[in-house]
């Protein structure tokens, strides 16, 4: 078992910035691929980026690439998402995720944050 909390969460206005953590306990971390995911109001939940379990590899969406860097900490048992330039559309709730196969696909993530609210404002 791996247990995932979140932190960080807030409201930010738009073009603002904050960093989200996700600290890890149970299982080895650095054995596994952590992703981040998001869920707005009645819409269904989203990938946002995954990072490898060395860190040496980051995937993004296509709607955060260049605003959004995913990074991890293996000494801390910690994965980031630093977020930029934050829009409107950004609001959701981010989950963090560990132990992913297919990297996008939320279903094949095993262990699950409780989540953290963002919430843009215009």
């Known amino acids: 078992q791996v247990q995932l909390v979140e932190s960080g969460g807030g409201l930010v206005q738009a073009g603002g910035s904050l960093r989200l953590s996700c600290g890890a306990s149970?299982?080895?971390?650095?054995?596994?691929?952590m992703g981040w995911f998001r869920q707005a109001p009645g819409k269904e939940r989203e990938f946002v980026a995954t990072?490898?379990?060395?860190?040496?590899?980051?995937d993004y969406a296509d709607s955060v690439k260049g605003r959004f860097t995913i990074s991890r900490d293996n000494a801390k048992n910690t994965v980031y998402l630093q977020m930029n330039s934050l829009k409107p559309e950004d609001t959701a709730v981010y989950y963090c995720?560990?132990?992913?196969?297919?990297?996008?696909?939320?279903?094949?993530?095993?262990?699950w944050g409780q989540g953290t609210q963002v919430t843009v404002s215009s």
């Open positions: 990072i490898n379990w060395s860190g040496g590899s980051a």
């Open positions: 995720a560990a132990g992913g196969i297919i990297f996008y696909v939320a279903r094949t993530y095993a262990y």
């Open positions: 149970g299982r080895t971390f650095s054995n596994y691929r």
